[in-house]
Protein backbone atom coordinates (compact mmCIF):
# COMPACT_ATOMS: atom_id res chain seq x y z
CA UNK A 1 0.00 0.00 0.00
CA UNK A 2 1.26 3.46 -0.65
CA UNK A 3 1.60 5.97 2.24
CA UNK A 4 -0.74 8.61 0.80
CA UNK A 5 -3.05 5.80 0.32
CA UNK A 6 -5.69 5.58 3.70
CA UNK A 7 -7.28 2.50 4.84
CA UNK A 8 -10.11 1.56 3.05
CA UNK A 9 -13.25 1.16 4.48
CA UNK A 10 -15.89 -1.42 3.68
CA UNK A 11 -19.64 -1.15 5.10
CA UNK A 12 -21.28 -4.40 5.60
CA UNK A 13 -25.02 -4.01 6.55
CA UNK A 14 -25.70 -7.67 7.72
CA UNK A 15 -27.84 -9.24 10.34
CA UNK A 16 -26.69 -12.88 10.56
CA UNK A 17 -23.89 -13.39 12.59
CA UNK A 18 -22.91 -16.19 10.41
CA UNK A 19 -22.83 -14.10 7.42
CA UNK A 20 -20.82 -11.16 9.22
CA UNK A 21 -18.16 -13.50 9.82
CA UNK A 22 -17.92 -15.31 6.92
CA UNK A 23 -17.64 -12.41 4.94
CA UNK A 24 -14.76 -10.78 7.18
CA UNK A 25 -12.55 -14.11 7.18
CA UNK A 26 -13.01 -14.00 3.35
CA UNK A 27 -11.63 -10.45 3.73
CA UNK A 28 -8.69 -11.19 5.23
CA UNK A 29 -7.64 -13.94 3.13
CA UNK A 30 -7.29 -11.48 0.17
CA UNK A 31 -4.19 -9.78 2.06
CA UNK A 32 -6.10 -6.63 1.55
CA UNK A 33 -5.63 -4.34 4.41
CA UNK A 34 -9.50 -2.47 5.37
CA UNK A 35 -10.97 -1.64 8.02
CA UNK A 36 -14.97 -3.24 8.25
CA UNK A 37 -17.98 -1.34 9.87
CA UNK A 38 -21.09 -3.52 10.52
CA UNK A 39 -24.45 -2.23 10.57
CA UNK A 40 -27.24 -4.86 11.90
CA UNK A 41 -30.37 -3.29 9.99
CA UNK A 42 -31.43 -0.78 7.86
CA UNK A 43 -32.69 1.75 9.78
CA UNK A 44 -29.12 1.49 11.58
CA UNK A 45 -27.24 1.41 7.99
CA UNK A 46 -29.03 4.59 6.93
CA UNK A 47 -28.12 6.55 10.27
CA UNK A 48 -24.32 5.50 9.95
CA UNK A 49 -24.28 7.01 6.04
CA UNK A 50 -25.88 9.83 6.93
CA UNK A 51 -23.64 10.37 9.62
CA UNK A 52 -27.24 10.98 12.21
CA UNK A 53 -26.80 10.67 16.08
CA UNK A 54 -24.22 8.50 17.58
CA UNK A 55 -22.29 8.28 13.86
CA UNK A 56 -21.78 11.98 13.77
CA UNK A 57 -18.25 11.15 12.55
CA UNK A 58 -18.61 8.29 10.81
CA UNK A 59 -16.08 7.66 8.01
CA UNK A 60 -17.77 7.80 4.36
CA UNK A 61 -17.27 3.64 3.17
CA UNK A 62 -15.06 3.04 -0.60
CA UNK A 63 -17.13 -0.15 -0.45
CA UNK A 64 -20.85 -1.26 0.52
CA UNK A 65 -21.71 -4.75 0.84
CA UNK A 66 -25.57 -4.91 1.41
CA UNK A 67 -27.77 -7.98 2.44
CA UNK A 68 -31.22 -7.34 0.72
CA UNK A 69 -33.37 -9.47 3.61
CA UNK A 70 -32.85 -6.96 6.73
CA UNK A 71 -34.79 -6.23 9.57
CA UNK A 72 -36.62 -2.76 9.93
CA UNK A 73 -35.74 -1.75 6.59
CA UNK A 74 -35.67 -3.49 3.83
CA UNK A 75 -32.20 -3.81 1.71
CA UNK A 76 -33.75 -2.26 -1.46
CA UNK A 77 -35.44 0.03 0.42
CA UNK A 78 -31.56 1.04 1.84
CA UNK A 79 -30.36 0.51 -1.64
CA UNK A 80 -33.19 3.08 -2.97
CA UNK A 81 -32.72 5.75 -0.41
CA UNK A 82 -28.88 5.94 -0.93
CA UNK A 83 -29.34 6.09 -4.49
CA UNK A 84 -31.55 8.72 -4.30
CA UNK A 85 -29.01 10.44 -2.03
CA UNK A 86 -26.23 12.65 -3.90
CA UNK A 87 -24.36 13.09 -1.00
CA UNK A 88 -24.09 8.84 -0.94
CA UNK A 89 -24.96 7.54 -4.58
CA UNK A 90 -21.16 7.48 -5.68
CA UNK A 91 -20.50 4.89 -3.23
CA UNK A 92 -20.20 1.46 -4.98
CA UNK A 93 -23.15 -1.22 -3.69
Known sequence: MRTDERLKTIFLVED???????????????????EVIVARDGMEAMAYLRQDGDYGD???PDLILLDLNLPKKDGREVLAEIKADPDLQHIPI
Do not use: F, M, Y
Open 16 to 34: NRGDIRLIQEALKSTGVSC
Open 58 to 60: ALR
